[in-house]
């Protein structure tokens, strides 16, 4: 199973006073830059990385902050970007082809 997914079944599962945001994601920091590069080479893609101006409220960090995550549920990712990545890439691939045919023309 998918770490959202036992994210989401552990804070089902929860007793009924932990509730509120519980932030889910992967405490790894990355930039969007190196996300990119890494999608373009785990595909094989040709598109070129396109710089535009960070909106004004954009956030510096992406990293959330899971220690409720942690304490409250007992969920922490297990799934690293690589991993992920391949899997979404195969769904895609598998479920979407045509999307995979449009970024190879881009």
Known sequence: ????????IAHMD?????SGPVNLG????????????????????????VY??????DPQQR???ISF?????GWAPKIELREGLTKTIAYFREEAPE????????
């Not at 929860?14 to 932990?18: G, V």
């Not at 535009?52 to 409220?57: C, E, F, K």
């Not at 995550?69 to 549920?73: G, H």
Request: charge should be negative; avoid cysteine; aromatic fraction near 2%.
């Open 26 to 49: 992967n405490p790894s920091e990355f930039t969007i830059k190196q996300l990119a590069e890494l999608v373009i080479e785990m595909t094989g893609s040709n598109s070129e990385i």
């Open 69 to 73: 995550a942690k304490s409250a549920i």
């Open 99 to 106: 999307i995979e045919a449009a970024m190879a023309i881009t």
């Open 52 to 57: 535009r101006d960070l909106p004004m409220d």
């Open 1 to 8: 199973m998918d770490d959202l997914i036992t994210a989401l």
């Open 63 to 65: 990293r959330p902050d």
């Open 14 to 18: 929860s007793p009924d006073d932990i």
